[in-house]
């Protein structure tokens, strides 16, 4: 299926991935005066802020170490989550601010942010509290000057740079277990840190990291976690957005998710986080039916966004010219660009900035605009911005996503060097959406041996994507009938054998006449007690 592994020991750590496989936490930089810091702490009951972020990865970050901390015996532990309207991204200074305020910590931990942050970091140190950031952001070049910074971006070990924000801190987790163990220290070897490998499986998942390595560890066994006990913070949401059967990634992604991440775009982070803390199954259901209006209101808003910007777009896009997509405007809501830059992405085919100005400082030179970035496969987004950093305040993030703060008298020139950095990178390649097919088969080889061999390739997500398959020269059999909104459904053969078929959001297109090639991947459809194979399909052309 295309996953690039040959040797048989690497295969079978891929199709059994165990924690045992985990590597030793103290190989991550920094990992050892954070965990000695931290146990100090506790042992001389500090009072402890845990700083995180407004997505779900900080979110699920900063539930799990506050949780991991009280189990240890830290009783003064404070979550501190900045606002996106009002304190915007990172350990910003208008958050430090109050998080010092709220709760007077002598140490304060950081967690998915923090590695770029240097101001705030000095604010903190000069008024005698002791930093210690986990992240997995990439870092602008500047250091730090926090008492430790563990970031795997920052060190060798290749294989655990694609871990995400909750991935750094269950690892800090487990050195701070270790250590405590060392010695001798009763309550650290009452702790299993399997019990909360859901954290870490949501925030992976959610975050879109690389679902190998490590991350398919933790991700496997976070799921196993999560489908033996079901805790409140999980249930209500499972129930709110119509799962049934076991939760897996993709339930993840496009269920659980994006409702945990709506508080923080719409609002205040903290209603998502206090569902993860809380055991209390009445009120994580209200905080379930709360989370799930958000992010109704979130879709609303975003829609109509998306249709506004694409209709800017179209009326001057020619795409000889254009391939650094920027767009902007006074007043579109902070928490739902970075969904609206995704979307533009898949319609056009190129990165894109979505910026939004702050209507309160529309009239003047020195407004302020928030832009949240997107990329497509092939160009690196930081290297993009770093070409243009002499017209942004600030910018950081990865790959393939990243944000940035930008002066409204600096926008034009922004948008002219950000095509042209891009046109640099992409000018020449074909930039058409590509099909891409993992093996050949027959129809007849769909069968329950195929879709248990497929299954074990799970956790599917990024860089471990479904397997698309396709077959050469099979017939509709009979009329395709529209189902729900946009979707069609209708048989395939090939003359020896039939299959039930459903093309998602395709009951518009003009399927060709005569024999046809057809990519899907595939799934059992369960109906009446009933289960039957089922292709997705994905593409459908002429047979060649």
Partial sequence: MGRGYQDMADIERFLNPRLSDLSDPFLLPDMEPAARRLQQAILADESIAVYGDYDVDGIVSTGLLVQVLHRLGARMVTPCLPSRQEEGYGLSLA?????MAQCRPSLLITVDCGTNDTEAVHLAQAAGIDVVITDHHESNGQKVEALAVVNPKLGQDNNLKVLAGVG???????GLLKIGRNQGLPVAQSVDLREYLDFVAVGTVA???????????????GLIQMNQSLAPRWKSLVDIAGIRGAIDAQHIGYGLGPRLNAAGRMGNADTS????????????????????????????????????????IDANFNEQEHYGLVISKTGWHTGVIGIVASRLVARY???VVVVAFDPDSSGGRDGVGRGSCRSIEGYHLLNGLERCRQFLITYGGHEMAAGLEIKRDQY??????????????LAGRDLRPIQRINTWITLDQVNDSLFAAMEALRPFGQDNPVPVLAVRGVRIQGQPRRVGVNHLRFMVGDGRTSRSAIAFRMADITIPEGPLDVAFTFQKNTFMGNETLELNVQDIRKAE
């Fill in 95 to 99: 958050a430090l601010k109050r998080c």
């Fill in 273 to 312: 986080l206090e569902l993860l803390l809380t055991d209390n199954m009445e009120r994580a259901h209200e905080i379930a039916v709360e989370l799930d209006g958000a992010n109704r209101e979130r879709q609303k808003i975003e829609s109509e966004i998306v249709a506004e910007a694409m209709r800017e």
């Fill in 168 to 174: 750094v801190v269950f690892k800090l987790c487990h």
């Fill in 349 to 351: 085919r190129r990165p």
């Fill in 412 to 425: 034009e020139a922004f948008r002219t060097a950000f095509n042209q950095a891009v046109k640099v990178g």
């Fill in 207 to 221: 975050d879109i990291v690389p679902l190998i390595g490590e991350n398919r560890i933790l991700v496997r066994h």
